[in-house]
């Protein structure tokens, strides 16, 4: 995919930009069968990782498979 920024000549440049899967909280609870009341707890205290797009909060299948690798003592 290709996005449009700009430079400080005020110019448009293209850059590719890595397309991710995002997840919403409601997908990532019923990944872990969990409520998606939990799912905002570990995002807020900093146990998940999360994306956001405005007031939207995504989670992307990185964040989700660095947060089981932490889980059970992975990396």
Do not use: C
């Amino acid at each position: 995919m290709v996005a449009n920024t700009r430079n400080p000549d005020n110019r448009f440049l293209f850059q590719e930009v890595q397309v991710q899967e995002l997840l919403t909280m409601k997908d990532v609870a019923q990944r872990f069968r969990m409520s998606p009341r939990t799912v905002w707890t570990l995002i807020q205290s900093g146990q998940l990782k999360s994306v956001r797009i405005g007031r939207l909060v995504r989670v992307t299948n990185e964040q989700v498979t660095e947060f089981i690798n932490g889980r059970s003592g992975g990396k």
